[in-house]
């Protein structure tokens, strides 16, 4: 059996929880504009576990509570992850 999420965070990693906001900008963005700055996002990203380290555990879009925006609590949405190092965070939280 492979091994449970709450046993595979290694004594020297971080189990992290990434907190996305939508920023007013976003939608402030002429129409043209989203779909590409949308597909920007997806890119950015992208195999975190082959650029970073980044071990995803699990996702959650948060599309019902929070619609718009997110300058604070609740986010648009979530990254739970066991992360190899604060570096490894840090380079994730400059992506975007």
């Known amino acids: 059996m492979s091994e449970s999420y709450r046993e595979s ?3 020297d990693g971080l189990r992290v929880l990434f907190c996305i906001g939508v920023m007013p900008a976003f939608f402030e963005l ?3 504009r989203v779909g590409s700055t949308a597909q920007a996002i997806v890119a950015a990203f992208e ?3 082959g650029r970073f380290g980044l071990r995803v ?7 019902r509570l929070m619609v718009g925006s997110s ?3 609740p986010w648009t ?3 739970l992850a066991d992360a190899p ?3 490894a965070v840090a380079a994730v939280c ?3």
């Open 71 to 73: 300058a604070t609590w």
């Open 94 to 96: 400059n992506v975007v």
């Open 57 to 63: 555990l699990g996702t959650m879009d948060d599309d």
């Open 47 to 49: 195999d975190l576990g």
């Open 77 to 79: 949405c979530y990254i």
């Open 9 to 11: 965070a290694s004594a």
């Open 85 to 87: 190092s604060l570096e």
């Open 30 to 32: 002429e129409p043209v």
